[in-house]
């Protein structure tokens, strides 16, 4: 029996109920965020009418969690993201757990302060900000990561592999439920997640490494250079490139290093021509989270014509950029990249 706190499930928002295209209009002839906002909305247009640009998706933060989850499966639906580089917990934690059957829970507005996390401890239920999640089944989440890695070939993989492994066992079991991870195998849309023993595959690959260990028998490891290395492999044939970047942390400054990393390859390719972020992040701390782009173009990662930085909370931007490249059509004449078949 469910407890009495995961009672009232968090709602995934539907980008295509809300045509928000004359509010973003009229907010680029406001000031602030709302014009860097709506200037970023215009970007991410001008990144899907582009038909040489591929478009990179970064997603850090608890998005999935948050209800944004249907508006990524959107993109990917309708070809508005050719990759995604995301932290472990949003494609693991989040996405991955809710097409287990399981659910994300809206707290009661007294848990938010925090000074009730002890009674939340109590009945193993885990608080992200004002949202619940039941300790039990990401424990399940847990041991299915497992499960996979014990069924795999002994070697090192990257994580796109390993996620696409993840895609894999869904569409064997007929899942019908909305995921990222699902959708993106189903597009051959690849997905990154360069710290990805940071969520539930990090204890499925501990225990999947202890139990081989123990039976000194070979295991399945995770391969971040490969990563990294496949990335640039994609920069180098895309050649121009979109960043739409959700926070910062690890994601934002992976997909950026991919034109560095491609020069010291010997392959000389553009900066990121396009690039929007959504962050809260101060920039006077100096954190890679908060740096501006235009900071980016003295590194040679992002050209600074079609930049944008908007400091807003995700769940209120996000939907907003999305929702109005959705409705102006942008995606219409857009084809599939299938970038996944690109890579070995």
Known sequence: MAHPLLTQAVEHLDIKA??????????????????????????YQRMLRDPECAVILTLAGSLISAGLKDVIVDLLRHNMVDAIVSTGANM???DFFEALGF??????????????DGELREAMIDRIYDTLIDEKELRVCDETCQKIFDQLAPGAYSSRRLLERFGDYLLERNVSINSIILEARKKQVPIFCPAFSDCSAGFGIVAHQHRRQTEKRPMVTFDSGA????????????GQTGLVMIGGGVPKNFVQDTVVSAEILGKQVPMHKYAIQITVADVRDGALSSSTLKEASSWGKVDTTWEQMVY????????????YAWHTGAWKERQAREWSKKLV
Do not use: C
């Open 92 to 94: 693991i934690d989040q």
């Open 103 to 116: 659910r994300h829970w809206m707290a009661p507005e007294v848990f938010k302060s925090g000074t009730r």
């Open 312 to 323: 807003a909370e995700a769940t209120l931007a996000f939907p907003l950029i999305a929702g």
């Open 227 to 238: 990563d990294f290395l496949e990335l640039t492999q994609l920069k180098v044939a895309s």
């Open 18 to 43: 809300h045509n928000v295209v004359s509010l973003v209009r009229a907010m680029g002839k406001m000031a602030y965020s709302a014009r860097d906002l709506s200037r970023a909305a215009e970007i």
